[in-house]
């Protein structure tokens, strides 16, 4: 059975229960430089060698991350509450505690998927 893990409170959430999928892209920010005739015909070794040498002292992927990084989490219902009220400071501990809201419970109580009411033909 496919289950999802609460990336927040570590709470398992079976496949049908309600969750949300949060998608962070963290992106380095450039502002658009204009190149004129003196950036073309500088020498820029130094400038590349001076790069290289403080890349040396990183890892492959800190050096990746310093640049992008993508961030994917499941999270239940109290720990989407908490994250939507405060996305920098997220706590799991003050998400508030409701009861989950399973997803087949709630459509049939709209009358959606009872006996003899199946959407499904083939």
């Known amino acids: 059975m496919l289950q999802y893990q609460c990336d927040g409170c570590g709470k398992n959430l079976p496949?049908?229960?309600l969750r949300y999928t949060v998608t962070v892209d963290v992106r380095a920010a450039y502002e658009k430089q204009e190149i004129g005739l003196a950036d073309l015909v500088r020498n820029h070794k130094e400038e590349i060698l001076a790069l290289i040498e403080s890349m040396e002292s990183k890892s492959p992927k800190e050096v990746e991350e310093s640049v992008y990084k993508n961030i994917q989490l499941d999270l239940?219902?109290?720990?989407?509450?908490?994250?939507?009220s405060n996305p920098l400071g997220f706590h799991?501990?003050?998400?508030?505690?409701s009861e989950t809201l399973d997803i087949d419970t709630f459509l049939?109580?709209?009358?959606?998927?009872?006996?003899?009411?199946?959407?499904?033909?083939e």
């Open 76 to 84: 239940c219902p109290s720990c989407q509450k908490a994250y939507i």
């Open 108 to 121: 049939r109580s709209l009358g959606y998927g009872e006996e003899g009411h199946s959407s499904d033909t």
């Open 92 to 97: 799991p501990e003050q998400a508030p505690i």
């Open 15 to 17: 496949r049908h229960a």
